[in-house]
């Protein structure tokens, strides 16, 4: 599976932006998906999932601001981010894995990751 991110930014605080990830293969529909995030000197984190099934998951910190959903039709997961705060700022890499979890060792392939910049 290859996965190719896109739509990272700039934007300002309280604003939105929606990130797209698009996979190769006939077999996305098994997988589940993840977005995870890493922050200059932090490890990358877990921001949401959705398992093959649909069931989603999310961090505590964007509960309530994030949504991620699936079009197995068309290969993509996206991660719709609203109310971004500057502590969103982060480069934002999608995963793919058997089953959506917490851990980046759960997921086999990533995408190359894109830029969200959040300004206050």
């Known amino acids: 599976v290859q996965l190719q991110a896109s739509g990272g930014g700039l934007v300002q605080a309280g604003g939105s932006l929606r990130l797209s990830c698009a996979a190769s293969g006939r077999t996305f529909s098994s997988y589940a998906m993840g977005w995870f995030r890493q922050a200059p000197g932090k490890e990358r984190e877990l921001v949401a999932a959705?398992?093959?099934?649909?069931?989603?998951y999310y961090a505590d910190p964007v509960k309530g601001r994030f949504t991620i959903s699936r079009d197995n039709a068309k290969n993509t997961v996206y991660l719709q981010m609203n109310s971004l705060k500057p502590e969103d700022t982060a480069v934002y890499y999608c995963?793919?894995?058997?089953?959506?979890?917490?851990?980046?060792?759960?997921?086999?392939?990533w995408g190359q990751g894109t830029q969200v910049t959040v300004s206050s």
């Open positions: 995963a793919a894995g058997r089953a959506a979890t917490y851990n980046v060792n759960g997921y086999a392939y």
């Open positions: 959705i398992s093959s099934g649909g069931s989603t």
